[in-house]
């Protein structure tokens, strides 16, 4: 149980386009979602949480304008990179928090999405 | 100060090797204590998930916690060569926290 999925696993853009990210929680209702992103060699770098059916809160630097996330139902999260550059290019990870029984303060991590932006 | 603390390494070990890895915190608040296992390019896989003081142990992995002395550690016994990731540490108290993660190398 608890499995997280995210589409797609890699993808290459040229600059000034968008991009969207989808996080699943598979087998699970999430009342809450977290985007990371992550650069290699380092540690994740949380940049939004995400509460189902109201606005993302975003932390301190992250454009929330660029970094556009809907949270539309208790199982799935987008993000989107609107106008990307190559400085976005990264590792990005969603993570669903499971919020109803069992385990209440536990994050599960999706396998992660490559964007490369040319 | 950070909230938590964790040594980056890179730790290197000879298989069958027993492992500790270790975190330390501030915030007394914290309650839940869970270990991240990260394999390269890949999304973090929770491996232990505890609550409060104690050990708790599943296979090869065993998870202790100290509130007394806010440490966390994290023991592999037989350590493999699958075993080479980067192991994160998490605690929360509503609010979630990560440490930097240590990179372990596992030599056959």
């Known amino acids: 149980g608890a499995v997280v999925s995210q589409h797609p696993s890699r993808v290459i853009c040229k600059s000034g386009t968008s991009v969207k990210i989808e996080c699943r929680s598979l087998?699970?209702?999430?009342?809450?979602m977290f985007w990371y992103r992550q650069f290699p060699k380092q540690s994740l770098m949380l940049m939004a949480t995400s509460n189902e059916g109201s606005k993302a809160t975003y932390e301190q630097g992250v454009e929330k304008d660029k970094f556009l996330i809907n949270h539309a139902s208790l199982t799935l999260s987008t993000l989107t990179v609107t106008s990307a550059h190559p400085e976005d290019s990264s590792f990005y990870i969603c993570?669903?928090?499971?919020?109803?029984?069992?385990?209440?303060?536990?994050?599960?991590f999706g396998p992660g999405t490559r964007l490369t932006v040319l | 100060q950070k909230e938590v603390e964790q040594d980056p390494g890179p730790l290197s070990v000879p298989e069958g090797a027993i492992v500790s890895l270790n975190c330390t915190y501030s915030?007394?608040?914290?309650?839940?204590f869970m270990w991240y296992r990260q394999y390269s390019r890949k999304g973090p896989e929770l491996l232990m998930y505890?609550?409060?003081?104690g050990n708790k142990e599943d296979g090869r992995f065993t998870a202790q916690v100290d509130k007394s002395s806010k440490y966390i550690s994290l023991f592999i016994r037989d350590s493999q060569p699958s075993d080479s990731a980067t192991y994160l540490c998490a605690m929360s108290e509503g609010q979630f926290y990560f440490g930097t993660g240590t990179s372990l190398t596992v030599i056959p």
């Open positions: 915030n007394s608040a914290f309650q839940y």
């Open positions: 993570s669903a928090q499971w919020a109803s029984g069992g385990r209440t303060d536990t994050q599960y």
């Open positions: 505890t609550y409060s003081s």
């Open positions: 087998d699970f209702q999430a009342t809450t």
